[in-house]
Every structure is written in C-alpha cells, then in structure tokens.
C-alpha cells in the first residue's frame, strides 16, 4: 500500500520514551524530518501528534532513529485510552516486582553486612558463598534491571547520557568488582577484598520502586481526557425513515435527526427540532443552572438533558464538535512545552561523562606510575571511583522530597499530582481564578427577600408555589424555607409560564413568582420594587418579583453566595506575590461586583472554554508563569494550558483531572498552601541535590587517589560504598524535614 502525504495531524504511539530527555530527543528528530511543522510528545499517554505533509513511514524512522519505536494509530480515542490504560498497569505491576524482588536480595545481604561485618572473601568458603550470592546478584541485574543496562547502550550509541547510563555504571561495577573479589581475591590488596553485591541489588531495588511510583502518578495526568471522553456516549438515537434506531456515535452525519431523553447525553452538536427541555451546560459554562431549550435552539454534545425529550438536527459530529475541540485542547495544553527543571537529568548528562574520563585517567596513571601492585591499584581506584559516582542518592534527591512534600500537602487539603506542579508552583506569579463554585457557591442560594409585611410569611408562600417547580432557583426558595423550618401548603392549579415565571393557588391566594415581564403582562405595576431589583442585580443577584392576588407583594434574590473565605484568601494570595485575575462565562455585572468585593483588579467576563484556555496562553506568552483555579469542566483547557492548574475538590473530575493540584478545601486557601509547600519543597530539593553530589565532588579525587602521596592510602571501595550510602541517609533525613511544614495559615512558616 502506498502511502500519500497529508495535511492532517497523524498521531503515533510510542515506545521506551520515559523522560523529557526523551521529549526533547524525538520532537529534534522530527524537527529534521521535511514536511514535518510541528511535533509534540505527550509524556502523559506516550503519543506523538506530527502536523504537516510528511508520511507516516518517515516520522516512525525519525523517531526510531532517535533511538525510541513508534506505530501509527488505527483505532479511535476511546479505545486507544482503553490500550494505554493497559498498557500502563502492565507496566506498573512489572515495576513493582522488579523492585521487590532486588530488594528482597539486596535488603538483607545490607543487614547482614551491618550486623556482622563480614562482607570479605578470604578463604574457599568465603568464595563458595559470595560466589552463590554474585550468581543471585546477576539474576537481578539482568531480570529485574535489564531496563537500565539496555537503555545506558542506546543512549551510549546516540553518544548522550542519562540516568540509565549512571544506574549501569554504578550497579555493574560493584558486579564485576564484587566478582572480581570471589573469582581473584589474591590479586587484591588485603583491604580491598570486599564484596558490594548489596549496593547492585539495592540500587536496582529502589530505583524501580521510583519509576513505578512516577508510572502511576503520570498514568494519572490521562485521565482527564478519559473523562472527557466519557461525557459522550458511545452510541446515538437516529430518526431514518421515521425509526428511531440506536447507532455508533462514529456513524452519525451532519443533517441527521437525533432523539435524546430526559436523564441521556446529547451526542453530537445541534440544533433543536422539536420538544423542550432543561439542560444542563455546567460542562459548558460552568454556570450550575440549567438552561430551556426549545425550537431553533443550540445544544453541545456531553452536556446533559434533564427532564424533557428533545428531537435535534446534527450540525457538527466527530472532531468537530465542542466536546472534541475541548479534549484537543486539553490534550495539546498537555503536550505543550513549558519550562520543566531536570536538574539531576541535566546534571547527569554532564556528570556520567566527566566521572567516567576521570576514572579512565586515574586507571592509567596508577598503571603506569603507581606502585606496586599496579593492576590491583589500578582497579580499586577506578571501581573507588565509579562506586562512589553511583546515582543513589541522585535518583532519592528529588523523588523523597516529592513524597514527603505531597503527603504534607494532603494533611492540609492539597492533593499534589506529581513533582513537577510542586516545582512549578513556586515560579507562579499571576494566578487566574473561575467565579462560579471557586470564589462563590457553586449551587445557588436566597439571598435576599424584602416585603413591606411578614418575611417568613411570604416566603412560606412562594416555597410552596415553587414546591411544585422544577427549575434550579426553586430549589433555592424551598430549601430556605426548610432551613427555617416553615411548613409548606398545598398548591392547587400550578402553570409554568415559559420565559416569565410560575402562578398557582396557595392557601386560597393567587401568587405570582418571576420577572418584569409577568408582572407586566399580568397587569401588575412593580413600583418601587424596579429600583430595588435592579439594585441586586448590579451585586450579581437573580431577583424576582411576586405578586399575592393582583398586588406587589416584595422581591426575593437568588445568588450563588461569595465564599466565606474568599476575600482573606485572595489577600494571602496577593501577599504571596500573585497577581489575580478573574476568569467566568457569567455576565460582566456579575462578575465585576464580585471582583469590587473581594479586592480583585481584572476581570473577564462572558467567557467560553476556549476564551479562558485562550487568555492563559496570553498571559504567558508574556512571560507570566500562570496558575489556574477552578471546578467546572469548561475550566478543564485552562487547567491543563496553565503552568500548574489548581482544581476545586467539590469540582467536577474532569477538573480535578486536568488539574495539577486539587483543593480538597474548596477553598483558594488551598492555592497559597500548595505555592508555600511548593517553595519549601523546591528548597529541600536543592538541598538534597547538594547532599547527593557534595559526596561525588569532594569524594571522586579521594577516590582517585589525590591524598595518597600525602597519607600513603587509597580510598577503599567500602569507604566508597559507605560516603554513598551516608549521602543517601543524608537526602532522606532532609527529605523528613519537610514533615514539619505548616502553611502561614495555620501559625507555621513556609
């Protein structure tokens, strides 16, 4: 079959991509490819997406020319998630019995070297057993390691270096040291006859547990495209030749009639044809109430149908719809580049090179000019060297300081996803906040009722009248009329009247609830109550009118009430160094009366998903390292474009999904939580890095012999083994100091 160029995003899977040197490696690969305009990996579902004419056959040899595989995806999104997901627990699961089945070697043989000491060979015996261990030692290398040395020689053969490379050098040395001891130990000195299969086994040991643990965690940042994907159903009710029949979502066409019932998922975007309904575009607009649809009006798919039977004509399917253009973005905000610090992989990178020329040059120059015995020398100084190099406490710096930062976190209400946002978070310096369910109440509430008689009395009225409502702001009446604990009375002859209000008999009386227009087209005169009314409205208030048997009887509002917390937040926010801005798809009214209460200077207003995903990218064009706050799904494109996305915990999933952080609090004191433990956490992790190679630094000349013509000795393997070991109690004792954080909140310090 003949491959043809297209203009079209091709997507692939790839293989054996596990960092963001990675990344960086296949999207310069492609950069080379012609026909290629632009290439992003997304390092959370292991996916290429490639724009531009180039073939597919071309991009899978560029990236296997970088050293990784990659195939063409044939299946669709739903299904290729449901294979990742696979895919990833498979992964996992080997991860951890990689982990445990090194550390179950390697634990004990440490044990036993503490407790007794004897980790030598000097007789037969001696060599018998250590011989037995090596053999177990190598089965874990090669069974539960096999990873590291294979990806150390593709590195090797694309002339780089990583963390693979120094876990190979580190763990194969003290092997073939080790083995050297039990094969040779009389071409040794006395004091170097020591075994270190412990540290080969340990070192592959906790460094699988790591990647496991950084597996599942990054398995995690997909899942808010799997939510995404779960708001449409699979399957769609199509009227063809007056039969309603149930098909693939996949086979529905622009100009199809569709069906959706009370409690069903739109499917596909549309236009209404007949029925009427209430729906509910919280996905959408993140607006908690739902909203009428009736002939000509617009639906999007995922959003959900309420309590009417609608009959619509599909305009836009497939890629085209809302929901889909949504899941891209979240998907490409995913991918994007943003500015992630890979300090120890940088370090690496040059670290692996330099300490290996070193122990080459040390090697030669006590063959050729050290003492007696030379070959033996030569050895213990270069395994000396290499050993003391080993990247245990590299790989611990930044993953224990990770771990105990996120537990902190989640003690105060901050449920960190991974690493990378606790890095990210201290470089914030604007933080762009949604309204509705993050600085206000999500579900709406009676904010205000005024009469020039009994309050309780007319709202015991109007309760029951919205008793038998079902629109959201009824809810909002009958619930404080419960809250006061006021009984309800029967309603005879309720009527619904569309796009005005609700009339009914209440205790013999007629009353009226709604807006102007159904005083207006009762014949009601509001009076003194327009000012009013409008005065609420201006406080970002829903008011309403009602009328008891032909007369003005007062006016109730219904609001979603600003947070109780909210306006000391926002000063802990801005105290904290971050600018806010407002993001909301509610009205500008609203939104600024809002903003005028709680001390915030910018505001956008009349917002859709794309409009927020949209300022966010703005805002850090100009070089502003972006927070995002929210809880709705039409906040889920910003969540994910931000620098760290910071989800509301009474949000939706696909929120909390596409976030970074979630706030279990529901409160943005949760956001200053998660930037203080961010800076404390960063600062223990240079701390650490500095514990892990001050050891390298100082102990590598030691180990390359510089003070021997000064006190006559070498640095012996075990010295070596023991400044590694003690540099890796030193970064995980630092580490535990972060269980001592208290946020500024609480009386602690950041």
Known sequence: MTETSSMSPQTFRLQGVSCAGCVKKIESALGRVSGVEDARVNLGDK?????????????????????????????????????????????????????????????????????????????????????????????????????????????????????????????????LFSMLVVLLPHVLPESARHVYFEASAMIIGLINLGQALEVRARGRTSAAVEKLLQLQDPNARVIRDGEEIDIPIDQVMVGDKLRVRPGEKIPVDGRVIEGESLVDEAMLTGEPLPVKKAGGDALTAGTLNKNGSLVFAAEKVGADTRLAQIIQMVKNAQSSRVPIARLADTISSIFVPSVMIIAVVAALVWYNWGPDPKIAHMLVVLTSVLIIACPCALGLATP?????????????????????????????????????????????????????????????????????????????????????????????????????GVRAEVDGKTVLLGNRKLMQREGIDPGKWTEKAEALAE???????????????????????????????????????????????????????????????????????????????????????????????????????????????????????????????????????????????????????FGAFIYNTLGIPIAAGVLYPITGMLLSPVIAGAAMAFSSVTVVSNANRLRFFKPSQNGGTA
């Open 47 to 175: 996916t290429l997406v490639v724009q531009g004419s180039a073939t597919a056959q071309a991009c899978i040899a560029a990236v296997e020319s970088a050293g990784y595989g990659a195939e063409a995806v044939q299946v669709n999104a739903r299904v290729l998630r449901a294979q990742q997901r696979e895919e990833e627990q498979a992964h996992y699961r080997q991860l951890l019995w990689r982990s445990g089945i090194a550390l179950g070697l390697g634990v004990p043989l440490m044990i036993w070297g503490l407790v007794t000491g004897e980790m030598g060979v000097h007789n037969t015996a001696q060599q018998i057993a250590w011989g037995s261990v090596g053999l177990l030692t190598l089965a874990v290398l090669v069974f539960c390691g096999g990873h590291f040395f294979t990806g150390a020689w593709r590195a090797f053969r694309h002339h780089s270096a990583t963390m693979d490379t120094l876990v190979a050098l580190g763990t194969g040395t003290a092997w």
């Open 400 to 500: 224990m300081s990770v771990m105990v930062g996120v537990g902190k976190g989640a003690e105060n209400g901050v449920l960190v996803r991974n690493g990378k946002a606790l890095q990210q978070a201290t470089d914030l310096d604007t933080l762009v906040v949604d309204k509705t369910g993050t600085l206000t109440e999500g579900a709406p509430k009676l904010t205000d009722i005024e009469c020039d008689g009994d309050a309780d009395a007319l709202l015991q009225q109007l309760a029951s009248l919205e008793s038998r409502s079902e629109h959201p702001l009824a809810e909002a009446i009958v619930s404080a009329a419960r809250e006061k604990q006021l009984s309800l009375s029967d309603v005879q002859g309720f009527e619904a009247i569309t796009a005005h």
């Open 539 to 689: 406080q970002g208030r829903t008011a309403m009118y009602a009328a008891v048997d032909g007369a003005m009887a007062g006016i109730i509002a219904v609001a979603g009430p600003i947070r109780e917390d909210a306006q000391a937040a926002v000063a802990r926010l801005k105290k904290l160094g971050l600018r806010i801005e407002m993001l909301t798809g509610d009205n500008r009214a609203t939104a600024e009366a809002v903003a005028r209460q709680l001390g915030i200077d910018h505001v956008h207003a009349d917002l859709l998903p794309e409009d927020k995903e949209k300022i966010v990218a703005d805002l850090q064009k100009n070089h502003a390292k972006v927070g995002m706050a929210g809880d709705g799904i039409n906040d889920a494109p910003a969540l994910a474009r931000a620098d760290v996305g910071f989800a509301i915990g009474a949000g939706t999933d696909v929120a909390i999904e596409s976030a970074d952080v979630t706030l279990m609090r529901s409160s943005l004191h949760g956001v200053a939580d998660a930037v203080e433990l961010s800076r404390a956490t960063l600062r223990n992790i240079k701390q650490n890095l």
